[in-house]
């Protein structure tokens, strides 16, 4: 009978230099692509709040704007409700 529970040490297919070279150039790859990803997401980051601060200027000078025609026509229509009581 032959013992087969017993794992034997089989050597690598490939020389363990050749893979740990490979682990570190996929570990600089890797590295390289988290870089990459970190620019871009910075980049989007301050496009949007570019956006905002864009955003905000814009409703500081709309919002007055806004109000103002709200309030001429509210005025407006006081104005015509008192003309059709007198008339």
Do not use: C, H, W, Y
């Not at 150039?25 to 910075?42: I, K, M, P, Q, V």
């Amino acid at each position: 009978m032959s013992d087969t529970s017993g794992a034997e040490a089989k050597a690598p297919i490939r020389p363990i230099g050749e893979i740990v070279s490979d682990i570190e150039r996929e570990r600089a790859e890797l590295s390289g692509s988290f870089a990459t990803l970190r620019n871009d997401l910075d980049e989007a980051l301050d496009a949007g709040r570019q956006r905002a601060r864009d955003a905000g200027r814009k409703a500081a000078v709309i919002g007055p704007i806004v109000a103002v025609g709200l309030a001429s026509l509210a005025a407006a229509a006081l104005l015509f409700r008192r003309r059709r009581k007198k008339g």
